[in-house]
């Protein structure tokens, strides 16, 4: 079955802690992306990586950091440096480098305690 | 800056009826344009995209149209059913980064 599969689809954090959500792709994509939705906004980019370990930082890099060692993985960890950590977060995934639609994994909600 | 703007957070249409969804864009760059749909606590889906060299797309119910001299583009959906219920989002290809809409809900009337 292919697809994107982010987990868990609920994380509890306390604060000062670090957490890591994970993503897996099985559809061979080289492109992975990370994003943030708040309540009322548009997707916001994190980090993007076009290829294996290679990463960029996006808009709101601040306090997450990243690795891809695989094409199949990307995991996003969130440390205890963002402030705002409580969010809906959104992987995506995308073939090659031209304009082609990304396909989204079914996002990971993060709650700080 | 918001590069690609919804300027319209809801939008509630009678069942059966054309819902048209706007979007306007500032960066003349710009050369691809989706359209995502997204139901609560899931992921966006992609519905339809245009390339900058059209100005017209269709797919079953859904045509997108792209003004480029008005750097603008809107989603019609014809005709709009209860499944439709859900947030749109709009966004645009620069340097091989999407660059999002913040959404525009649709409501579907019975």
């Known amino acids: 079955d292919g697809g994107i599969t982010q987990s868990p689809k609920y994380l509890f954090r306390k604060e000062g802690q670090n957490v890591t959500l994970s993503c897996e792709q099985n559809l061979n994509h080289d492109a992975m992306y990370w994003y943030r939705q708040d309540p009322g906004q548009g997707l916001r980019l994190i980090y993007y990586s076009q290829i294996v370990n290679d990463f960029q930082k996006g808009d709101i890099a601040e306090g997450y950091s990243v690795s891809r060692e695989k094409k199949e993985s990307f995991p996003l960890t969130v440390t205890s440096a963002q402030k705002n950590p409580t969010a809906f977060y959104l992987c995506a995934t995308r073939q090659g480098a031209t304009n082609t639609e990304a396909f989204f994994g079914q996002g990971t909600r993060l709650t700080v305690v | ?110």
Not at chain 2, 46 to 66: A, C, H, P, Y
């Open chain 2, 1 to 110: 800056d918001q590069q690609v703007k919804q300027n319209s957070p809801s939008l509630s249409v009678q069942e059966g009826r054309i819902s048209i969804l706007n979007c306007d864009y500032t960066n003349s760059m710009f050369d691809y344009f989706l359209w995502y749909k997204k139901y609560p606590a899931e992921g966006p889906t992609f519905l339809i995209s245009i390339s900058s060299i059209k100005d017209k797309n269709e797919d079953g119910r859904f045509t997108v149209f792209l003004n480029k001299s008005a750097k603008h583009l809107s989603l019609h959906i014809v005709p709009s059913q209860p499944g439709d219920s859900a947030v749109y989002f709009c966004a645009a290809y620069s340097n091989y980064q999407l660059i999002w809409g913040a959404g525009t809900k649709l409501i579907i009337k019975p």
